[in-house]
């Protein structure tokens, strides 16, 4: 069954500390993974796109890595800022047809100061 | 903004309501797709729109009606709905490519957020 699993659920962290985000897959065949940060009363927005060939990729402080053999991403944020406070998703395009998102359910982080 | 608005924000109705969410898009885009979003859970593809004809529907009930009159405006008729659909509507619109290539990112609408007492 194809499916996206992030962890963790949620964290707390203190402003301009770093922490890393979590997502695994089981999607096959895989054609590219996106990030997404959803502020509170807001759609999300994507953050970067990560496809096979690719296993690492920035955006300003946050740093994607894909590992394409074990299913797995990650994103780090480094010296967190209170409007990072949101939550991140991770959806992974593939499965049955090339149409196909898989959504995860999101790791919801809050940058306290 | 990301050039998709969404109203109303917020909306409270009742089981025996008949009401209608409504999204703009103004990026050009042509295709539109509207997902329901519920806490703790991944959201919840439910209509897409290409060139204004709906190709894909996952089995929702038909107490929620989906309607496309042009590529820029979709809407969401909803009756007779039950309180678990209180949720986070979110529409998005991408631009699919020559041959239907759905890669393009897809830019979201803050949501209406429902209420069903």
């Known amino acids: 069954k194809n499916q996206v699993e992030q962890s963790p659920q949620s964290l707390i962290i203190l402003e301009g500390k770093n922490c890393t985000l979590q997502c695994n897959y089981t999607v096959s065949p895989f054609s590219n993974l996106r990030w997404y940060k959803q502020d509170t009363g807001r759609g999300p927005v994507s953050l970067t796109i990560m496809t096979f060939s690719e296993n690492t990729k920035s955006n300003g402080r946050y740093t994607a890595t894909l590992d394409a053999d074990t299913k797995q991403s990650s994103l780090h944020i480094t010296a967190s800022q209170l409007s990072d406070s949101a939550s991140y998703i991770c959806v992974v395009r593939g499965g049955d047809s090339n149409y196909q998102l898989i959504w995860g359910a999101g790791t919801k982080l809050i940058i306290k100061p | 903004e990301t050039g998709v608005t969404q109203t109303p924000r917020h909306l409270v109705m009742g089981m025996t309501n008949k009401k209608s969410l409504k999204c703009e898009q103004h990026?050009?885009?042509?295709?539109m797709y509207w997902y329901k979003q519920s806490a703790k859970k991944p959201l919840e593809l439910m209509f897409v729109y290409s060139l204004e004809e709906r190709v894909e529907n996952n089995s929702v009930p038909s107490r929620f009606s989906p309607e496309c009159p042009n590529s820029s405006h979709l809407f969401l008729h909803l009756h007779t709905l039950q309180p678990e659909d209180s949720a986070l509507y979110l529409c998005?619109?991408?631009?699919?490519?020559?041959?239907?290539?759905?890669?393009?990112?897809?830019?979201f609408g803050p949501g209406t957020r429902l209420l069903v007492l």
């Open positions: 990026l050009g885009h042509n295709a």
């Open positions: 998005a619109s991408s631009q699919e490519g020559p041959g239907g290539d759905r890669e393009e990112t897809q830019y």
